[in-house]
Every structure is written in structure tokens, then in C-alpha cells.
Nanobody, 115 residues
Framework: QVQLVESGGGLMQAGGSLRLSCVTS????????MAWYRQAPGKQREMVAV???????NYADSVKGRFTISRGNAKNTVDLQMNDLKLEDTGVYYC?????????WGQGTQVTVSS
């Protein structure tokens, strides 16, 4: 069974930094892409950053210049470096892996930014 497990969430003051990590078990193949999504209270889940094949990356406008996604050396791992955190970055952050038409999700890690 494929499992994605996030870590690194927590409580941080605005302007601070956090680093999220995601590791995968039970997947034989390398994901075509890996991404981070987040869901704020009362809002829909949204894409934060995605790392595709060949090292390409895309970011939500709201996090450009502050967040950096990076694939780890180990297969199917991905990190999200979050700098200059803002109150609106609060939410549950989910790791996502995509292989062909299949989507895989982690359980999420809570990030709370306080003033």
C-alpha cells in the first residue's frame, strides 16, 4: 500500500520559516510529479507548489518568492521550504504524488501562523 507521510508542520509566528517534508513508502515507481496542497478552514484545497519532471516547478501566486519546493535525493520525497510566513498560510498541508492518472495523498500536517 502506498503511503505518503508529511512532517514538519507546527505553530510559527508571522515572518518565520518552516520546512515540510514528505516521504513515500510502498511505491515502486517514481512519481511523475509531486506537489504540496493546502486547505484553510472553510476553504477548498488549493495547489501551493508542484515539482514536475525535469526539475520544473510551479507555485501559487500567493507563495511565489517565499516558498520553495524541492525533490529529495531519495525516491518520491519532497520538501517545502516556507519563508516569511503569513497568517493566510495557515492550513493543513498535504503532500501529493501523481503517477500517470493516479493520485496519491498524505494525511496532512497542520501549519498555523500566528501574529
Amino acid at each position: 500500500q502506498v503511503q505518503l507521510v508529511e512532517s514538519g508542520g507546527g505553530l510559527m509566528q508571522a515572518g518565520g520559516s518552516l520546512r515540510l517534508s514528505c516521504v513515500t513508502s510502498g511505491m515502486v515507481f517514481s512519481f511523475d510529479s509531486m506537489a504540496w496542497y493546502r486547505q484553510a478552514p472553510g476553504k477548498q484545497r488549493e495547489m501551493v507548489a508542484v515539482s514536475g519532471s525535469g526539475g520544473s516547478s510551479n507555485y501559487a501566486d500567493s507563495v511565489k518568492g517565499r516558498f520553495t519546493i524541492s525533490r529529495g535525493n531519495a525516491k518520491n520525497t519532497v520538501d517545502l521550504q516556507m519563508n516569511d510566513l503569513k497568517l493566510e498560510d495557515t492550513g493543513v498541508y498535504y503532500c501529493h504524488g501523481k503517477l500517470l492518472l493516479a493520485d496519491y495523498w498524505g494525511q496532512g500536517t497542520q501549519v498555523t501562523v500566528s501574529s
